[in-house]
């Protein structure tokens, strides 16, 4: 296993596009530096999407500019588009990535952004290009790689062939996303084993979800097949919109607590991470997921705070 894992944040992203009400920008801009102050390396911050499609995200403009930049904390944003790189390139002081998106199943792809995959890679291979233009490091997310909710398996080479061509238009870093909590460990070993001799160079990013409960199974499967890079979300904010009753990405705070328990490094502050959570769930009023926000670290006694 390797000693040390970079973790990515998406919560900020992933997690509050996925709230039924829109959080004040003051408030993310909080909760976001909260995050920076943990150590935690990588911060998905926002999205230059349309406002009309996923109005959660309409405010990244203002909240990159609120956010604090911290030494060693490098910040990304998710970009669907040309269109939408257009829009993040005047700001492109306040962050250090961009990510672009797909799924490996054509059926979610169309419910997802109306496309084919064919044309959903013609245009990220366009966008690719122009960001690395822009000195922009480049991260390619792959949905549904584990299984699709409408098509139910994926074949790993189709997710691989996607990969390579991601990879090819630019990207150092291919995550590949278990979207609706289908994976299981098997397949992810399996999956991981083959990704590791198909994409040799390429920076292998896990992304779980924990709808069935499997989130950090899945996480320790991965990192027996030597996986160092993953995200999370804080509080186990998140989710998809299928199928019904799917909850949110795996909790950062559960996998930082269970690799920092195995002797696995990470960086980050698991007390300052959990105290985001809970100043998240005072934001959204409402109790959160996560394991460890809930019951603490292993290291906790009764009656601590």
Known sequence: MPRRVAMREVGPRDGFQNEPETIAAADKIRLIDMLSATGVPRIEVTSFVRADVIPQLADGAEVLAGIERRPGVSFSVLIPNRRGLEHALPHRDRFDEISVFLSASESHNQANVNRSIADSLAGLEETLAAAGEAGL???GVIATSFGCPYEGAVPPERVFEIAERLAA???????FGDTTGMANPRQVREFFAAARKRLPGVELTAHFHNTRGQGLANVLAAL???IASFEASFGELGGCPVPP????????????????EMGIETGIDLSALIAASRAAQEVLGRPLGAHVLRAGPVDWRVGQS
Do not use: K
């Open 224 to 226: 027996e097949e030597g």
């Open 137 to 139: 490091r480049r991260e």
């Open 169 to 175: 238009a630019g990207c150092a870093e291919v995550g």
């Open 245 to 260: 009753g799917s909850t949110g990405n795996v909790s950062s705070e559960d996998v930082v607590s269970m690799l920092h």
